[in-house]
T-cell receptor
């Protein structure tokens, strides 16, 4: 069964460094999402992406964040200058349609900012 | 304010027993409600999805109910297994808008042998 994959599973970085989190969505999916979950807290929506542009973004998704689909398979989340509070699990999700009942989540990348 | 509240926060039951998890929401207008299972360190996996007109939906040993009038949902797990140990998250969507998805804090379920 196809699934969303994410790399790396765990990323440790120093404050102020740039990080790129990578996701490979399910191959025939067209809608892509990033969520984050700070340890012990709720999952929060960051951004949705369709047709090579951002469809929606939350207040969390400020100028430090960017997303890109550099080729036909990868979907990346870049954090330009990481802060301690960016430490969280970052989940990628994809869907064949934009229906919210059809999002498939990846296993997540644990980002630790020191 | 759009909110999703789950109870209990955590629950411990013996293997083979049944349990029911609760979800109350104030999200409006309502589009759909989903229950996810999230194993530690993993991404959420969808268990059930219900729209306004659906009262009950089952997925194996999982049965979800929805009362759109009182804005309450429950997830009933029958004959629990050790592998059911996980967090169960209630997620409510407003319009067909990704930013209007509200996640609950989850119920941490532990099954003891």
């Amino acid at each position: 069964e196809p699934e969303v994959t994410q790399t790396p599973s765990h990323q440790v970085t120093q404050m102020g460094q740039e990080v790129i989190l990578r996701c490979v969505p399910i191959s025939n999916h067209l809608y892509f999402y990033w969520y984050r979950q700070i340890l012990g807290q709720k999952v929060e929506f960051l951004v949705s992406f369709y047709n090579n542009e951002i469809s929606e973004k939350s207040e969390i998704f400020d100028d430090q964040f960017s997303v890109e689909r550099p080729d036909g398979s990868n979907f990346t989340l870049k954090i330009r200058s990481t802060k301690l509070e960016d430490s969280a699990m970052y989940f990628c999700a994809s869907g064949r349609t934009g229906g919210l009942n059809e999002q498939y989540f990846g296993p997540g990348t644990r980002l630790t900012v020191t | 304010k759009n909110q999703v509240e789950q109870s209990p926060q955590s629950l411990i039951i013996l293997e083979g027993k049944n349990c029911t998890l609760q979800c109350n929401y104030t999200v409006s207008p309502f589009s759909n409600l989903r229950w996810y299972k999230q194993d530690t360190g993993r991404g959420p996996v969808s268990l059930t999805i219900m729209t306004f007109s659906e009262n009950t939906k089952s997925n194996g040993r999982y049965t979800a109910t929805l009362d759109a009038d009182t804005k309450q949902s429950s997830l009933h797990i029958t004959a629990s297994q050790l592998s059911d140990s996980a967090s169960y998250i209630c997620v409510v969507s407003s319009y067909s808008s990704a930013s209007k998805i509200i996640f609950g804090s989850g119920t941490r379920l532990s099954i003891r042998p």
